[in-house]
């Protein structure tokens, strides 16, 4: 059983960078696709970032050119997260498939993912 651990969140003013972490118990197979969620205050948990192969990546139009995620030799993923607004203010969460997907817009479909973090909060103030 695999078990992801973010880091990273913590609160910051309108336009500035933050970077989350999401370090993996166990292998994380290469193919596996590995993605970000956030939940904000009142909201639906939305899928935001995905990472397929080490370096395949999608983004949803919210946060394209803005975050960049990202991932190293020993699997851990991550999301520099920068220009950043009060409507990114949410709970993140890392997520990973736990078999071959394909592709990295796992992040559509939250059904998809078999592994979960328990997340970290991102505030940002105007």
């Known amino acids: 059983q695999v078990q992801l651990a973010e880091s990273g969140g913590g609160s910051v003013q309108s336009g500035g960078s933050l970077t989350l972490s999401c370090k993996p118990s166990?292998?994380?197979?290469?193919?596996?696709?590995v993605a970000w969620f956030r939940q904000a205050p009142g909201k639906e948990r939305e899928g935001i970032a995905g990472?397929?192969?080490?370096?395949?990546t999608t983004y949803a139009d919210s946060v394209k050119d803005r975050f960049t995620i990202s991932q190293d030799i020993a699997k851990n993923v991550y999301l520099q997260m920068n220009s950043l607004k009060p409507e990114d203010t949410a709970m993140y969460y890392c997520?990973?498939?736990?078999?071959?997907?394909?592709?990295?817009?796992?992040?559509?479909?939250?059904?998809?993912?078999?592994?979960w973090g328990k997340g970290t909060l991102v505030t940002i103030s105007s």
């Open positions: 990472i397929d192969n080490g370096s395949w």
């Open positions: 166990a292998y994380i197979y290469t193919r596996y696709c």
């Open positions: 997520a990973a498939t736990g078999h071959y997907f394909g592709g990295s817009d796992c992040w559509r479909s939250q059904s998809g993912m078999t592994y």
